[in-house]
T-cell receptor, first 116, second 112 residues
């Protein structure tokens, strides 16, 4: 069964460093997402991406965050200058079409980011 | 602020019993409702989705939606120890948003 793959599974970084989390969405999917989950907290939406541009973002997704689809397969989340409060599990997800049209979102296994 | 509320639990049921998980949401215009299962340290895994008022059954799982009461529930029949996990309710709100709003989840333990 096709799946969303994420790398790395776990990354430890020093505060202030840049981090890039990578994702390979399911191959025929058109919509891509990043969510995050701070330990013990809710899963929170960060950003959705379609047709090579951001279609929606949350208030969490400030200027420190960016997303990119550098080639036909990868989808990346960059955090420019990490803060302690960025420590969380980051989930990449994809869907074939719009969720509001009845499509299903598929989550990757997550990248656990620890900022020290 | 569009909210999704769940009783955090823990909810403990014996093996073979029915587990009942509840969720309320604040945005009356919400269109789509999802139940996910999340094992510790893992990603959310879709169990069911429901769009229309009433019940929707899939194997041992039944989702129930009442839009007038802004309430969605998940029943798990013949609960198994492997069902022990955190169950997340997620809502797709109105206005064409593609953002899922999650509840904090209810931790379910099924005791053998």
């Amino acid at each position: 069964e096709p799946e969303v793959t994420q790398t790395p599974s776990h990354q430890v970084t020093q505060m202030g460093q840049e981090v890039i989390l990578r994702c390979v969405p399911i191959s025929n999917h058109l919509y891509f997402y990043w969510y995050r989950q701070i330990l013990g907290q809710k899963v929170e939406f960060l950003v959705s991406f379609y047709n090579n541009e951001i279609s929606e973002k949350s208030e969490i997704f400030d200027d420190q965050f960016s997303v990119e689809r550098p080639d036909g397969s990868n989808f990346t989340l960059k955090i420019r200058s990490t803060k302690l409060e960025d420590s969380a599990m980051y989930f990449c997800a994809s869907s074939f079409d719009r969720l509001s049209s009845g499509n299903t979102i598929y989550f990757g296994e997550g990248s656990w980011l620890t900022v020290v | 602020q569009k909210e999704v509320e769940q009783n955090s639990g823990p909810l403990s049921v014996p093996e073979g019993a029915i587990a009942s998980l509840n969720c309320t949401y604040s945005d009356r215009g919400s269109q789509s409702f999802f139940w996910y299962r999340q094992y510790s340290g893992k990603s959310p895994e879709l169990i069911m989705f429901i769009y229309s008022n009433g019940d929707k059954e899939d194997g041992r799982f039944t989702a129930q939606l009442n839009k007038a009461s802004q309430y969605v529930s998940l029943l798990i029949r013949d609960s198994q120890p492997s069902d022990s996990a955190t169950y997340l309710c997620a809502v797709l709100t109105q206005g064409g948003s593609e953002k899922l709003v999650f509840g904090k989840g209810t931790k379910l333990t099924v005791n053998p």
